[in-house]
């Protein structure tokens, strides 16, 4: 019982820099729910997509204020795109409930 609580309590935590003009896709390979914490520590937003692996179609869209912060559950046949469309940096922190296969930038 006690491995139990401890797996459900576990995160990882980190700091991620998206480049002016691209775009974070997270989840690509990934095969199990999961919930993200996100904090936009910058001083433009962000927007956050999730779309369906299969089809691409949208099933979530928030735009992320700076300084704002975000609980986003994420189903496993879904990818989550962080849009930049600044011409600055985003840097936002990222905690998941579990570890996510599959990340990669590309240019908008």
Known sequence: MLAILFISCYALKSGVTIPANETLILGESNTKNYRAEIK???NVKIVIKGEKKQTGEYTQRIELPPKGNLRLYVA???V???INDNNASVKISLQLTRGI???RYIKN
């Open 40 to 42: 936009n520590t910058s």
């Open 76 to 78: 496993s046949d879904e």
């Open 80 to 82: 989550i795109r962080f």
């Open 101 to 103: 296969e599959g990340m």
